[in-house]
């Protein structure tokens, strides 16, 4: 049997190197130039091990302090793609990004420093999500990044940087009495991410934003409790103006089992909320049913219980109302 076609390409990356490159350090940028090609649509987990090693051959050659930070930066990049690659892998990405940052900060241009900062941002958020670092940690990388990284001049860098941001703020423990300021800023951030993000140049990362606003804002343990379910029924009817049960269903069961979260903890007039709120149980009850009925398609068992419950919780609402009603 030949050599697959991963094999081949790494073979023949090589050979080019060894007939085209005269010195070292030519050798070095082509074996990294390839490795990059290599990167950038693999079909297989095993073209990005091969790019990985093709990085590591360029460092063996680069003597310039500047290139092989470079090559470093780039060789974590591989290491980070790697889908099998499990926690091993992020922490050599994690060290080599660790390893590139001062001759980039010192040397490089501030765009190449800010990228390898947002990248050990990513690495280490989701390490800490096997506890094995401090998100802590991630946020300020995040931080060190949006110094360059703006609004205006890196649209798109300035998105992630703000939603990885947001999803960091609301995975720290709310326990302590830093928790509403942790909420407040996740919201911010995924506001900051609309600001860049739009309907119609974004429309599923519109949604997906929009509906991870309405989370953080119903959830949040402000004060400002009404206000902040109604600013989420804004966020979840923005998210529904893609997500539809056609074309995106789980998607679209999750905003709207979001949504009638919300309504069953409203009032029916948020003005006079003394007036009762059966109408927001019933149109809850509607969104849980369409939901439930959608997920139940999909085998979504875990979150089918989840809803049930929440059902049942309305039926119980409901009935009290009844016989209060019933009883004056």
């Known amino acids: 049997m030949g050599p697959t076609l991963p094999e081949a390409q790494f073979d023949a990356a090589l050979r080019a190197v060894?007939?085209?490159a005269e010195t070292a350090e030519e050798k070095a940028e082509m074996l990294m130039e390839i490795a990059m090609g290599m990167q950038l649509r693999p079909k297989t987990p095993d073209q990005l091990r091969r790019a990985a090693d093709l990085y590591r051959r360029a460092l063996d050659l680069a003597e310039d302090t500047l290139l092989r930070a470079?090559?470093?930066?780039?060789l974590g990049t591989a290491l980070q793609a790697v889908p099998d690659g499990g926690t091993t892998a992020?922490?050599?990405?994690?060290?080599?990004?660790?390893a590139a940052l001062p001759t980039l900060q010192e040397h490089g241009k501030p765009a190449e420093f800010a990228e390898v900062e947002m990248n050990l941002g990513l690495v280490t958020q989701s390490l800490a999500g096997t506890g094995a670092a401090r998100?802590?940690?991630?946020?300020?990388?995040?931080?060190?990044?949006?110094?360059?990284?703006?609004?205006t001049e890196y649209p798109q860098e300035y998105a992630i940087l703000h939603n990885n941001l947001a999803i960091a703020y609301l995975s720290l423990p709310m326990a302590d009495e830093r928790a509403k300021m942790r909420e407040a800023l996740a919201v911010q951030s995924f506001e900051e991410?609309?600001?860049?993000?739009?309907?119609v140049d974004h429309p599923s990362e519109y949604a997906m934003i929009q509906n991870n606003?309405?989370?953080?804002?119903?959830?949040?343990?402000?004060?400002?409790?009404?206000?902040?379910?109604?600013r989420a029924l804004t966020a979840y009817a923005e998210a529904l103006k893609v997500r539809n049960e056609r074309d995106t269903p789980l998607e679209y069961a999750s905003t709207?089992?979001?949504?009638?979260n919300v309504l069953r903890n409203l009032p029916d007039d948020p003005d006079q909320p003394g007036l009762g709120r059966e109408g927001c149980l019933i149109a809850a009850r509607d969104l849980y049913q369409e939901a439930r009925r959608i997920l139940?398609?999909?085998?979504?068992?875990?979150?089918?219980?989840?809803?049930?419950?929440?059902?049942?919780?309305i039926a119980d609402d409901l009935a009290a109302m009844f016989h209060h009603s019933a009883g004056s």
């Open 18 to 20: 060894d007939a085209e």
């Open 70 to 74: 470079r090559i470093t930066a780039r």
């Open 90 to 98: 992020l922490k050599h990405a994690r060290d080599a990004y660790e």
């Open 135 to 151: 998100l802590q940690d991630a946020i300020q990388s995040y931080h060190r990044a949006l110094r360059t990284f703006t609004r």
């Open 193 to 199: 991410v609309l600001s860049v993000i739009t309907l």
């Open 213 to 230: 606003l309405g989370n953080a804002l119903q959830y949040a343990s402000s004060g400002h409790v009404l206000d902040n379910n109604l």
């Open 256 to 260: 709207i089992a979001n949504k009638a």
């Open 296 to 313: 139940l398609r999909f085998d979504q068992a875990d979150s089918v219980a989840m809803i049930e419950e929440s059902l049942t919780g």
